[in-house]
């Protein structure tokens, strides 16, 4: 092998490796992208030197997000590993975006031929796939590492995404501001508190997907100003207990918004790799992300949002970065559950069936 070697813990085997096990490779780290509600709405198929990578639409969201919007973007995330994955090997990945106009699920199809030397940042960032964890919380006082916004930035522009800092006091009142009037408003939703309870399983529950309690801190952290998570527990007290270590006073963390310049099913992918690449950039250098989209779910705030606070431009995520000790676990499904051994691009069913509460 003329690039890196394989990552410890992988495949756990040198190279040769077969066009089917190089597949399963890249899936399995594919699959720790970060999803709405964990939802993993992805499938792939490979087929030698190439992998599908398909939108499972039996996963979507069909009331919080009946566009596809949030599961595209958690597609681009995927993709984003994947191509990361490849990298780690050696390979130059290829990406064709949406190859086929008649298949909208089809989300890309990664082909690896070309080699060049894996860089010491991207396999950086290749650590950190299975390591990151969405915070849901405050963060510590103290403030991000110097030039990494910087950073989160220009890997945000390579996708034609924008990282908007909202740093100006008023301003992120107002974000928090929509954050909290649509968490309210959800709260009061039936359907939508319906939905999130199908993807919320209970303590001890052996489901691979959906926001397991181990994730979610049993009492919600106050920040200034307050940034008020899901209720996934929905009263049932379920969640994880304060660290002993937490400092009472929490922040809020840096306040950003990532937009994109137009609003279509490429823009939403292109938003969810460049959500990748910012998760695990900050993950290399010790900071977390909170990720708030439920002002976004709402049409009417985010159109507010888009007017007053992003020039315009159409946010895709609300996030928040800070440093904090993580005590955060997750699940994921197995690769051979979204990888058939053989199969053809079936962008219209699910092979494994709708996920079971
Ligand atoms: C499009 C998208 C929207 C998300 N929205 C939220 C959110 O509003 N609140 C939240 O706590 N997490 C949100 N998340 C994070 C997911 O819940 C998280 O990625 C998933 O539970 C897997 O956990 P992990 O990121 O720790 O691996 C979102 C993720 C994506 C990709």
Known sequence: MD?????????????????????????AAAVWAPSVHNTQPWRFTARGQQISLCADAERQLRVADPDGREMMISCGAALF??????????????????PDPGQPLLVARVSWQRRVACSEFEQQLFGQVRQRRTHRGGFDLVPLPPGLLA????????YRAMLRLIADDGRRAALAAAVETAEQEQQLDSERVAELARWAPAPGSARADGVPPTSYPARAEHTDPEFPGRDFAHGRGWGLPPLSSAPPFRSAGVAALLTTARDRPADWINAGQALQRILLTASTRGIAAALHTQPLELGWLRDVIQTRLSD???????????????????????????????????????????PTP
């Open 3 to 27: 690039a890196v070697p394989l990552p410890e813990g992988e495949l756990g085997r040198p190279e040769p490796l077969t066009e089917y096990e190089v597949a399963s490779y890249v899936v």
């Open 81 to 98: 590993t994947a191509r990361l994955a490849l990298r780690s090997l050696g390979y130059l990945p290829e990406i064709c975006l949406l």
């Open 151 to 158: 950073a989160l930035r220009e890997g945000a522009a390579r």
């Open 312 to 354: 315009g431009a159409y946010p895709q995520m609300v996030l928040r970065f800070g440093a904090v000790i993580q005590a955060a676990a997750s699940v994921r499904r197995l690769p051979e559950d979204v990888l058939p051994e053989s199969g053809s691009e079936d962008t219209t069913r699910n092979p494994q069936g709708p």
